[in-house]
């Protein structure tokens, strides 16, 4: 599975961006997707996770009510509309596949395929 991630830029403080992450290759083995991201200096964090079916989704709460992560089958596509952007939203994120574990876990470990990463910027 390959990852391509995309929609990143640089914004000010309450607009909004919506991140793509395009899959490829063996698409029909992934059995869920997440966003991490991560800034300068932290180690990298979890954002929103979905079923590859769709059925389920988390977040954490520190993007929860501001973040909607959604997938669209046909393209293969993860979404993650990011809206309320705040400072503290600064980061390259990343997109992952989790193909092998089949456990949607929040945990870096957990995903087995990585996109390169687009950078979010957001100032105040």
């Known amino acids: 599975v390959q990852l391509q991630a995309s929609g990143g830029g640089l914004v000010q403080a309450g607009d909004s961006l919506r991140l793509s992450c395009a899959a490829s290759g063996r698409t029909f083995s992934i059995y869920g997707m997440g966003w991490f991201r991560q800034a300068p200096g932290k180690e990298r964090e979890f954002v929103a996770l979905i079923s590859w079916s769709g059925g389920s989704t988390d977040y954490a709460d520190s993007v929860r009510g501001r973040f909607t992560i959604s997938r669209e089958m046909p393209k293969n596509t993860v979404y993650l509309q990011m809206n309320g952007l705040k400072p503290e939203d600064t980061a390259v994120y990343y997109c992952?596949?989790?193909?092998?574990?089949?456990?949607?876990?929040?945990?870096?470990?957990?995903?087995?395929?990585w996109g390169q990463g687009t950078q979010v910027t957001v100032s105040s």
């Open positions: 992952a596949a989790d193909y092998d574990r089949r456990i949607l876990s929040r945990s870096v470990p957990a995903y087995d395929a």
